[in-house]
Nanobody
């Protein structure tokens, strides 16, 4: 499956942004999906995951209540709604597909190219 992330940009602290990840190729609904991010000089970290049909979600503890992951299997698209953004949310955000529901990046088989989110003061 090919993944194309979009929606990143420059936003002020406290603002909101919605990322999208368009999937093509293999059946989108066959994959659990996740979002990860990598800030400058830091390792890639887990943001959120969602199972194949969407009722199950998981978030990094520090992001609960601010970020919401969702998917629309009819549109082959994954979303990440981010609100009350903080300076430390600045990172490249990646979407990824896995054969099963997981938050471990090594278990994701396919990755998008990333979209940059910059939060300014």
């Amino acid at each position: 499956v090919q993944l194309q992330a979009s929606g990143g940009g420059l936003v002020q602290a406290g603002g909101s942004l919605r990322l999208s990840c368009a999937a093509s190729g293999r059946t989108f609904s066959s994959y659990a999906m996740g979002w990860f991010r990598q800030a400058p000089g830091k390792e890639r970290e887990f943001v959120a995951a969602i199972n194949r049909n969407g009722p199950l979600t998981n978030y990094a503890d520090s992001l609960k209540g601010r970020f919401t992951i969702s998917r629309d299997n009819a549109k082959n698209t994954l979303y990440l709604q981010m609100s009350n953004l903080k300076l430390e949310d600045t990172a490249v955000y990646y979407c990824a597909a896995a054969p099963f529901y997981t938050y471990t990046p090594q278990q994701y088989s396919y990755w998008g190219q990333g979209t940059l989110v910059t939060v300014s003061s």
